[in-house]
Each structure stands twice: as C-alpha cells, then as structure tokens.
C-alpha cells in the first residue's frame, strides 16, 4: 500500500468499518436463515458456461482456456465437476452451501480464491495447502473453528474474518513463509499468542474477545495493528522488536490507565497514526498533550492530524508529565 492509499485508509476508516460490517451481518442473517434448508446443489455444466470468462493462453502458450470462474451465490453444495477445469486462475465460490473444498486440489494453477459465506468447519483435509501459486485466499464468514491444516507456500494475503476462531494456533511459519496480510477480525480470540509469522505486515484482529497481546515480539516487520473493539485493559506485550509498527487501532477498547500508554515509548520512533478514541483514557484531561509527550514521531491521533501548534505545546509541556510512573522501572 502506497502512503497516500494508506492515507486514505486511515482517513476512510470508520465508515468502511460501518459498512462492512453491516454487509457481512447481512449475509451472517442470511446464512443462519438457509443454512437448515440446504438441499443437494452440485455443480453444473450450465452454470459453468454461464460462469466462465477472461480467455488466456494456457502454460505452453500453444492453446487456449477461460481462467476466471464466478459461482457467486448459486446454493452449490458440491464442487466435484470443477476438478477437471486446470487452467483456472480465478474463483469466487463465495455464498453458497459448500463445507468441501478438496476438488480445488486439483486447480494447480489457481492464484485467487474467494470463498466466504460458505459452511467450511476445518482446513483439515481441505488440502488447500496445496495450490502451489495461490496467493490470495478469503474464506470469510464460514464456520471455521481452529488453524490446523491451514498452509499455502505462496500465500500473501489470507482473510478468515467472522469465523469461530478461538485460538491462532495453527499458524505454523514453515507452511505460511509468504503471508503479509493477515484478517481475524470478528473471531472469538481472546489473546494474540500464536501468530507466529515473522513476514507480516498488517495485521487486522478487530471485534474478537482480545485480553492480552502476547507473541508480538516476533512480528518484526509488522507495520499496522488494528485491535478496535476488544477487551484491553493495557498494552502490555508491544514490544521494542516490533520494529517496524507505523499504524496502531485500540479504539473501543478498556485502556485508562496513562501507565498502560507508556508502553507505546517501545515504538515511538516508528509510529505514526494512533486510534485510542473510546477508551476511558481518551476522556482524561490533558490527554493528546500527554500522548504526544511520549510519542513525539506522531503524525495523527485518532481522527485528527497533529498540528505544528499542538507539537510545540507539547514540547513545552514534556516537564508536566516527567513524573508519571513508568512500568519499565518497576521490571528493574
């Protein structure tokens, strides 16, 4: 993401928030009002005609096959007819009824894989591990449980949001080298412990049960951290490793304490934007002013841009806040 996408991010964020979130509790509704109705649904030869399209050369460039295939929304049930369709590139298998994923195996040239809104329960003999060159894989809005199985050498981008997640277990780096996206927003997590995947760049985890950020001193290249809605009361575990943290969400959570705060002086070289709106420290006296005394790198607090007024304030006042307890000298 360039920085003036990652702008526009930042800028657009709570009404993208909003509206994604009501389209996915759409299709959650949706979901719950079918899912007891399904009925046998495999897959066609008309609805592959009907679904075809983006004609390429095939490997040895000496003949030619469709790449792209939309079966958006058709209540399939089975998949197995897609098996002998190898040239495919590019699925949306996205709200249908599907709880088997193990005929993609045989799609060794997919790239690009949408399934949300389906009924898978496992990755565990989904074998989607693999699909050699896939690179980008959402399986949002199923009915996932745990991690184990998941794998993909060439993975990058992996979304997994409103599933049933309860533990990041699973996430094995040897398996998952390439992943520098990574969505669990909408889960049941309750720690971050077990995200051990040291190429990661974002890392979205909004709207789960998170207590306690644990194991991200491993996430060395990690550069946004979007933690809204969970249940922190500190932020113990940001870690001086996390070398390369620019962009940092904890708004919605339980933080009061200033001690809680100081912990971001770990990361005050590199961050630059830090959303803290709705928690109980935000309503405090003198809070942008003590926030920026500690993290003077900072360039937007919540919704507002810092302004060269507020630095030098803050400058001027750095003495004020001298005093404030700070948790690295209770671990001397």
């Not at 095939?58 to 792209?68: C, D, E």
């Not at 809204?228 to 962009?247: A, E, F, H, V």
């Not at 920026?292 to 919540?302: A, F, N």
Request: glycine share 6%; aromatic share 4%; net charge negative.
């Amino acid at each position: 993401m360039s920085d003036v996408e990652e702008d526009e991010f930042v800028q657009g964020e709570s009404e993208g928030e909003e509206a994604v979130k009501d389209v996915e509790l759409q299709e959650e509704e949706a979901m719950s009002e079918h899912e007891e109705q399904v009925e046998p649904c495999p897959l066609s030869q008309e609805m592959l005609a009907d679904g075809l399209s983006l004609l390429c050369r095939t490997g040895n460039g000496l003949s030619h096959a469709f790449v792209k295939l939309d079966l958006k929304d058709r209540r399939l049930t089975d998949l197995a007819l897609l098996s002998s369709f190898v040239h495919l590139r590019f699925l949306d298998i996205s709200s249908n009824h599907l709880s088997d994923l193990s005929p993609l195996t045989a799609l060794t040239q997919l790239l690009w894989l949408k399934g949300d809104g389906n009924l898978v329960r496992s990755f565990t003999g989904q074998s989607l591990g693999q699909l050699a060159y896939l690179q980008w894989l959402s399986l949002a809005l199923n009915r996932i449980c745990d991690l184990e199985g998941l794998g993909g050498a060439s993975l990058e981008s992996l979304n997994l949001t409103g599933n049933d997640i309860q533990c990041a277990s699973g996430l094995e780096y040897s398996r998952l080298t390439n992943v520098v996206t990574l969505e669990l927003r909408r889960n049941r997590l309750e720690s971050t412990d077990g995200i051990y995947l040291p190429n990661l760049r974002k890392l979205y985890l909004a709207q789960n049960g998170i207590k306690r950020l644990e194991g991200l001193d491993r996430l060395e290249h990690l550069t946004t951290l979007h933690l809204r809605d969970n249940q922190l009361q500190t932020l113990d575990g940001i870690s001086p490793n996390m070398k390369s943290l620019q962009y940092l969400n904890v708004r919605g959570n339980q933080v009061s304490s200033p001690r809680a705060l100081l912990r971001l002086g770990r990361v005050a070289n590199t961050l630059r934007v830090l959303v803290l709106a709705e928690n109980p420290l935000a309503e405090s006296e003198d809070y942008r002013m003590f926030v920026l005394t500690r993290l003077p790198m900072l360039e937007r607090l919540d919704k507002e841009q810092i302004s060269p007024d507020e630095r030098a304030e803050a400058r001027e006042r750095l003495g004020e806040f001298e005093n404030e307890d700070d948790p690295e000298q209770d671990e001397l």
